[in-house]
């Protein structure tokens, strides 16, 4: 019998219950704020989410129960198989021990329908008829659309007019699954109109396409349109939980206990969430364990952004979230990881940061397309850009367990494969790809002007 | 406790052998015949096959051992699972239980990989360093690419040029496993060198990508290049019998026994073959199981060619199979299905047709985006071109259960996704989707030609 190559889980083993970082910050969350100053109340998110999901959202609960319809969902495709790399190990000659789990075998390839079939199941629950969603490059719209394709909800999802001319296979993605995709800035909504009245070959931004999300489902008056979001919000990371809590089960069956290093790639935080909470946890707890949070050298939030009130969104739509910021207006390079290209970054992923509990790294993107054409050689897979990132910050560490003679336990979350982003490969391939790291006054220009927001008190970085 | 939705099975439990078909028709299959209509021996295959696969080509044994080597490259994505249909079935409130077995979650996306890793590590076995083949849309190019990937080997993709320049994502997926990738008809070699003096503006075609692979192959005077094809010979409908031997098993978890009906696209046959064999041997053995192959009713090998003697490509390379076949000249429309755009068929497929043993279908295009459409909407994976045809028959035969009112068993294979492929979907629901029946003068136009070929002496259909 050949060694293991990965392990699954049966459906009787997926966890149950999301856990909840908020529960074990040493540091309450502090909370978002109104265009006043004063924090956001519950009720003055009721025209946008539904009661049930901004109770997760501002849940002090640890465990929170997966109801059965959500894990009836989940079980479309989970639980997802936890691989051992030992060919990529081979190919480095390192004594590290190199696990992923493999997010990317659901059916819109990513992580994203963890939270998306869940957000689906409440709002229905809750007798929503219709979510709203933007997109940019539509990994997030395509995985909400196959959550409200299994529930019978309507979807919208205002995509990125730029992407949804030059990227049409995730638009055909959504309509397969029957939503209705339209190229943002649109002319259904007074947001849009208005931005199309001034430029009308605008190419769209992500901000103009929440806005435009956002105004469609408080404007629907009979109150049975919602709008739902893929990353940044406290309840989003929570549903995603479910991946780390898988690994400590799957790294059990492989006989390890508790892994030396996490990676995970962050954008909004989501996937990097999901996969490290659980070991955030355990870190609190005393177990000695390097969570390192990977972001683009181009959009360096985590590692040189300062930490403060900002909003989540260009047009100021959102409340104010306390969070390390580029500043809202900051608008990212080009890079290939789309999903990485957020000014922002979750609440919890920042908080964790600000307590010392994560070890963020950014990394450029020539690295990275370097580092998955070595894994899609040794390990097969072929990731998303995204993706790119953890590949390479686990490859950095399974040089340096080589460097000390370390037999370190490394896991990473392989959160989508890039079957529908090939074009970053094929221009890397043919030398055609540029590198490029943010540089400082680019910095200070977008978050000089936030000066005048309200400060977090729990800042303790002393960057701002 | 919810229901079962789907059933995984470790590594240990994966089938360790695959079946042959040859072993068990009650008539002996033909051989293939050369130029002169004597039959083909072992050693006229050598130029172009490592004698490895050719001994499986002609083995008349049941179970061939898999090696340890193969195994350890198919468990990078296998074992497969096999799901429970609930919401499909409740869709069409059938009383019949719907099964399929999930091959798209492979890294190329289809069941292809299962025969190309079995092939690369074959011909590395047998010192070759050095791949080359064919590819119309890109599937088998991939899947190739991805295998030779894993174990160091060179791989040359000829790829129909039209394909090439229409659709760049497979050829950009090749390129990040490390293949290279050249439209033909293409300049290296005499073939296509040939062809685009005559014609510089050909859109190529399958055929003359064959001619190009095979030549290249066969003048590389090292000796260390061979060629390798992606269905119809026997070999490769064995490698594929691993999907059909896991099914039962995972059957028998569900608490299943024989199933009543067992479905697959079939164009060149091999995910047919390898999800149909195990149970053809059953109903060898007296089991009441309805098999059936499913192909498009633009291209009816099965249900409407004669039997016969033909060749397997347009440049008349390859030698004389039977089989079932609409005239090597034929050139099928243009539906989105590329895989089942194939003028004959796997003369195993065609011998288990001809001995009774399968109930082909043929269905219009139309109809299976339909079908594609509602499991995507229920199941919520949306599936390949080829797959489509499958739902489509599996659908049908789920309506049939409810007329009759009775509780069957069916089981589909679902051969791939269809991330790479969305243009059909989008042409449909924008109603831009044409249907096609292949008219009878069609058929005669040509395979009359085919009349002065020898004549297989098994022909029980009276076709021809």
């Known amino acids: 019998m050949s060694k293991v190559s990965k392990v699954f889980l049966s459906e009787k083993e997926m966890p149950k219950h999301w856990y909840n970082l908020a529960a074990d910050l040493p540091t309450p969350l502090q909370p978002p704020l109104g265009p006043d100053g004063n924090p956001v109340t519950p009720e003055m998110f009721a025209p946008i989410f539904p009661m049930n999901l901004i109770e997760q959202e501002v849940s002090p609960e640890r465990w929170i129960d997966i109801p059965e319809g959500v894990l009836e969902l989940l079980y479309r495709w989970r639980p997802t198989p936890l691989h051992r790399a030992y060919h990529l190990e081979q190919a480095l000659g390192t004594p590290a021990k190199i696990y992923y789990k493999n997010e990317s075998l659901s059916p819109a390839g990513s992580h994203k329908p963890n ?58 993605l959504m309509g397969a699954w029957g939503a209705n995709c339209v190229p943002s800035p649109s002319t259904e909504t007074k947001t849009g109109q208005a931005i199309l009245d001034k430029d009308p070959d605008t190419p769209g931004s992500l901000g103009i396409a929440i806005s435009e999300a956002i105004e469609a489902a408080v404007m629907d008056e009979s109150g049975q349109t919602k709008y739902s979001l893929g990353s940044v919000l406290n309840h989003v990371m929570l549903h995603q939980t479910i991946i780390g809590q898988e690994i400590k089960k799957q790294l059990e069956i492989f006989g390890e206990k508790t892994p030396d290093v996490v990676i995970g790639c962050a954008g909004g935080g989501s996937n990097f969430a999901g996969t490290a909470f659980p070991f955030v946890a355990d870190k609190i707890n005393g177990a000695d364990i390097d969570i390192i949070p990977v972001e683009p050298a ?5 590692t040189r952004a300062p930490f403060l009130y900002d909003h989540g969104d260009v047009a100021k739509m959102t409340p104010l979230l306390p969070m390390y910021s580029l500043g809202h207006e900051f608008i990212p390079p080009p890079i290939h990881a789309g999903g990485l290209r957020y000014h922002g970054m979750s609440p919890l ?46 490859i950095q560490e399974a040089n340096k367990a080589k460097e000390e003679g370390k037999e370190k336990v490394i896991v990473f979350n392989l959160s989508g494969h890039g079957l529908l982003d090939l074009t970053g490969y094929d221009k890397f391939l043919k030398g055609e790809l540029t590198d490029y790291a943010l540089p400082e006054e680019d910095i200070l220009k977008y978050t000089e002007p936030l000066a005048d927001l309200p400060k977090p008190s729990m800042a303790k970085t002393g960057k701002w």
Chains 1, 2 share one sequence.
């Open 349 to 394: 992923v920042c908080a964790a940061t600000l307590e010392g509990l994560l070890n963020p790294r950014a990394i450029h993107q020539m690295e990275c397309y370097e580092s998955a054409i070595l894994f899609a050689k040794t390990e097969g897979i072929v990731v998303a850009p995204e993706t790119s990132h953890a590949v390479a910050a686990t």
């Open 298 to 302: 181009s959009c360096p939030t985590l």
């Open 115 to 172: 939270t998306a079939v869940a957000q689906a199941w409440y709002n229905k629950e809750f007798g929503i008829k219709r979510l709203t969603t933007e997109t940019g490059a539509g990994q997030w719209g395509s995985a909400l659309a196959f959550a409200c394709s299994l529930l019978g909800l309507e979807c919208k999802v205002y995509m990125v007019r730029i992407s949804f001319d030059q990227k049409p296979f995730r638009k055909m």
